[in-house]
Every structure is written in C-alpha cells, then in structure tokens.
C-alpha cells in the first residue's frame, strides 16, 4: 500500500502561527498525513504558546528548542536540528510561511537536501535590502518549488525575478483568513480605554534598537497623548530601552501593556482609531477592518497600502507622522480597497493545489 503524501509545516514566530493555522485546516479535508515542527525562534509563552492555545493548534510533532540568539546564530542551529528531523521524517513537501529567520533556515536545507518547498507568502518586496526580512523573501522565492502569493503584485515580483510562471499561484492572505475566522471570538477592549485611542506597535530593530529615533518618537507619543489615548502593547526588552530613554511621568501616559495574545490583539486593533505601527501584518490586518494604519517604515512590502491616506507610509520621520495623525483626527483619509482573494478562502486555494502536486 502507497504511503499518504506527508507534509511538514515549519514554524518558528508569532507571525507563522497566525498563517499555519488556516492552511493546517485546509489541508486535514485531504488524504494528506501533515507534520508540524516548531523551531522555537519565539520560545516564551507570549510569544509561542498562548498563540498555539487560542489558534488551536496541535501540539508540535517536532520542537527543536533553538531558543535565543542572533538571526545567523539561531538560523544555524535551525538548520542542523532541522536536517535531521526532515532526514527523519521524510517529508514529501515543506511548508514555510512569510519571512522570519525560521522560513529561511528551513528553506537552506530544503534545498541542500533535495526536498520540495512551498512558500506561503511568497513574492512580497519592500525593495529596501537593509531589512533582514527582505533578503529572507528573496532567498527563500529563489529556491521555493511552489509560491503562493497573496496579492497580484507579488505575482508580478517573482516574474520580473524569473521564477516561472507556473510556480506561481495567487491565493490571497492567510492570515486574513484567521482574522475572519476569530472575527466573532474578538472580545472588547478590557484594559480601560476611551473610545478613541491609537495603539502602538514597534518591533523591528531599525526602530526599536534606534536611541535617536525612539526618543523623537517617544516625544510626539507624549504630545498625541495630550490628543487621545495611546495602548503600547510591547516586549520586556523593548519597553526597558524605552524606560531608559525617557523619564517616567513621560511615560506614565502610554498605557503600556506585555505582549498580547491573537484575540486580545484583534480587539485593541479592530476597535482603535488609528493603529502606528512598524508590522507588514498589523497594516494587512487594520486594511481588511478599516482602521487607519501609519507605518513607521521608508518602504512596505504590504503595497495594497502605498500611497493611500489611511495606510500613510511615514518611516523614522516624526513631523510626517504627526501630520498623518493630525490628518485622520480631522476624518481627512479614505482607506485601500481590499485586495482580490482577501476573503478568508486562501487556505483553501492553497490546499487545493498542494494536494495535486503532491
């Protein structure tokens, strides 16, 4: 008897967890038995667990246990883990999702040994090579077998790069399809805020690891807080950088909260007046809900959002994001449209064709 195509998901961050989910889903209506390795690049329960609990993820089959370091320490010992589970296991097909260091390590030994690959995500560029996540992208689309991209742009990306058409498969935004799906699940606000306040997102090291550029952000923080609110959901090591740089009844403004779980994230996001954020994901999520989204970034691989007043791409310069803000507290913006396929079936399209070539 023929053994069931297996495919292995290789996760690794928060972000992975949000697009595994859905296409896990998908998958399990087909004759397909699915393996599920988590790297452990986030390794606390902020960032890791409590994301698997309200997902509803399986437990992993496989847990490498990589835990900290540099992106080049953690992709090495990913990729020597990572090679002898896949040598193990057998895997007729590995999928990797958007662009963390997790995807790329999976996607180095993919290739060295032969196996196929999917890329969940694929196609998406800032064009700014500065960003870690951009030269990600663009190693993992140069040896991925099949690409899923989430927007027509991206398809045309991965043309003009050469990869062949037929690779290609424009299927819309996975994790657009876990927001619909929990849309009913989001519960209210429960940290006591107004009606109108702007929540605060800032990860990337550019930013986060930028003493300049925080103590200008925290500045105009300080001054739109005279305006309205402001909820700062962020981590430990961030917020002690920031305790450093700014004096405390400065910051006793900010309502400043830990690292939140997927549902208690949604609901800060869909119900705030303007999100400001450094995240690809939160501008993709606050575009499906209408929120208007400032990105603190020069450049976005997000593009359904470039250059449209709700989604206003301001990077590390405080006069500009300001302004944006004064821009939509006056009602001044309209929002993107929503891309084709940003309809909660993505998964399923990807699904669909995996089981045909697998």
């Known amino acids: 008897m023929r053994r069931r195509s297996r495919v292995m998901h290789v996760v690794g961050a928060r972000p992975n967890f949000v697009k595994l989910s859905p296409v896990m889903r998908a998958l399990s209506a087909h004759p397909l038995k ?39 320490e953690q992709t090495a010992r990913i990729m020597i883990a990572l090679e002898k589970t896949i040598r193990n296991a057998q895997p007729d097909l590995v999928i990797v999702y958007g662009d963390v260091t997790s995807s790329l390590a999976a996607a180095l030994v993919c290739s060295k040994n032969s196996i196929r690959l999917a890329h969940v995500e694929a196609g998406l560029r800032s064009n700014d090579r500065t960003m870690p996540e951009e030269i990600n992208r663009l190693l993992i689309d140069r040896v991925a077998d099949i690409l899923f991209a989430p927007i027509e742009e991206a398809r045309k990306n991965l043309i003009r790069e050469g990869v062949h058409r037929g690779q290609i498969h424009v299927v819309g935004n996975v994790a657009i399809d876990t927001l619909v799906q929990h849309l009913h699940e989001i519960p209210s606000p429960d940290i006591g805020l107004p009606d109108r306040y702007m929540l605060v997102t800032l990860h990337r090291p550019s930013n986060a690891d930028n003493n300049s550029f925080l103590k200008t952000f925290l500045q105009a923080l300080d001054e739109l807080s005279d305006q309205m609110a402001i909820v700062f959901p962020v981590h430990p ?9 700014r004096h405390r ?17 949604l609901a800060l996001e869909k119900n705030a007046h303007v999100v400001l954020t450094d995240s690809g994901g939160v501008q993709a999520e606050t575009t499906f ?16 959002g470039k250059r449209v007043d709700a989604n206003s791409v301001v990077g590390q310069t405080v006069p500009q994001l300001k302004k944006a803000v004064q821009r939509i507290l006056a009602g001044d913006w309209k929002m993107p449209s929503v891309p084709k396929f940003w309809d909660g079936e993505a998964a399923t399209r990807i699904a669909d064709t995996i089981t045909k070539q697998v």
């Open 34 to 72: 699915q393996l599920l390795v988590h790297t452990g690049q986030h390794y606390d329960h902020e960032m890791s667990e409590i994301f698997f609990q309200q997902l509803k993820l399986p437990q992993p089959d496989f847990h490498l246990r990589v835990g900290p370091g540099t992106p080049t």
């Open 237 to 245: 090591r961030i917020r002690e950088r920031i305790e450093k740089l």
């Open 289 to 304: 809900l209408r929120v208007p989204c400032i990105i603190l970034r020069n450049r976005t691989e997000v593009s359904s």
């Open 249 to 265: 009844e400065v910051l006793s403004k900010i309502k400043f909260t830990g690292p939140l779980g997927y549902l208690q994230f």
